[in-house]
Nanobody
Framework: QVQLVESGGGLVQAGGSLRLSCAAS????????MGWYRQAPGKQRELVAI???????NYADSVKGRFTISRDNAKNTVYLQMNSLKPEDTAVYYC?????????????????WGQGTQVTVSS
């Protein structure tokens, strides 16, 4: 009932930039937070950035000053602007949403994930 669709990944040289987008659709009542995670080969999935409705934006130390997360609440879309990319940023990037969905006047809170988009940074 809820889908997250990502776009914007690709191959870029070190020092370059990419912008990821993630649009949530379906029977969404409200969104609590949206964010981005990544998983490199052989490593665990890690938080990159999260943007809650209330509270502070949170970034991984490794991306502070280089990545910027933003949201368009009207479109239920979250973006990740990635600048000064490094080879160690290479990973599959996943969009995440913490939201309430609605069905038959019932509201359910859940965690939803996108399918992932590959980001490869060459040295």
């Amino acid at each position: 009932q809820v889908q997250l669709v990502e776009s914007g990944g690709g191959l870029v040289q070190a020092g370059g930039s990419l912008r990821l987008s993630c649009a949530a659709s379906g029977r969404i009542f409200s969104v609590n937070a949206m964010g981005w995670y990544r998983q490199a080969p052989g490593k665990q999935r890690e938080l990159v950035a999260i943007l809650p409705n209330t509270g502070n934006t949170n970034y991984a130390d490794s991306v502070k000053g280089r990545f910027t997360i933003s949201r368009d609440n009207a479109k239920n879309t979250v973006y990740l602007q990635m600048n000064s990319l490094k080879p160690e940023d290479t990973a599959v990037y996943y969009c995440h949403a913490d939201l309430y969905s609605e069905y038959n006047r019932a509201y359910n809170r859940g965690d939803y994930w996108g399918q992932g988009t590959q980001v490869t940074v060459s040295s």
